[in-house]
Every structure is written in structure tokens, then in C-alpha cells.
């Protein structure tokens, strides 16, 4: 339903961004400079009348689907609501390097090497703080 109505809504949109460009300000509209032989319908009054009256319908229009569309999504929420209601996630701190090499393991009956020496021990992380909470608003 709401598909629907949003694809007539951008008709009646591009309609009316249309017929308002037509239209002139002096309200001559698509008459001016036309020989009046074409009877009274596309004269410049009767262009400006018809143009007049489709602006006024268009935009009544789109504002009775502007608030139809309104009152159809407000209980609705796209991702959670406002953007200041969520928390922005916390950056992971990179692993920490132990220091130690890997070392290869000889081949047996290879020649004899000196013991592999023992890793560094390893040092702990700083611990990262909490991440902080914002003020919480009020839901209704």
C-alpha cells in the first residue's frame, strides 16, 4: 500500500513541478505568441484558466497524499527510531603482538640445532574503558 502510494505521489510530484515551470507569471502560459485560431480552450485565458486549475488540483492532491503517507508511517520506525538513540559501537583495540617468532621445528634426524628459544611472555592489553552512555530520552 505504501509502495503504491509513494510511486502516485512522485507522478503527482513531477506533474506538478511540470505544470508549474509551464505556466508564466504573467499567467499567459502556452498561449503567448500562439495565433488565436485554435478557439477559446488553448487561447492564453483559457491556457492560464486550465493551467490555474490543474496546479490547484495537483497540489491538493499532493498534499492529501502527503499526509496520507504521514499518518500511515508514524508508528513506524526505520533503524531505531531518531539517529541520536543509538550509540555509536565501540572500536576494538588491534591484538596485541607477543613478541615471540615463529620458529621452525627441524627435520628429523637433521643436524643438531640449538633449543629453540622460549617466548617472550606476553604483555597484557590496557584494559579499554566502557563505552560511554549517552542521556537516555524519554519513550512514549
Sequence with gaps: ?????LIIHL?????LIGVVLIQRSEGGGLGIGSS???????SGR???NLLTRTTAILATIFMVLSLTLALLNRGTSGAGGSIFDTT???VSAPAPQTGAAPTATPAPGGPASAPAP???PATSAPATPAAPTGPSAPTN
Design 46 to 48: 483559457g491556457t492560464a
Design 36 to 42: 488565436q485560431g485554435m478557439g477559446a480552450f488553448m
Design 11 to 15: 507522478f503527482v510530484t513531477l506533474a
Design 88 to 90: 555509536p559501537a565501540p
Design 1 to 5: 500500500m505504501n509502495t503504491v502510494l
Design 118 to 120: 622460549s617466548p617472550a
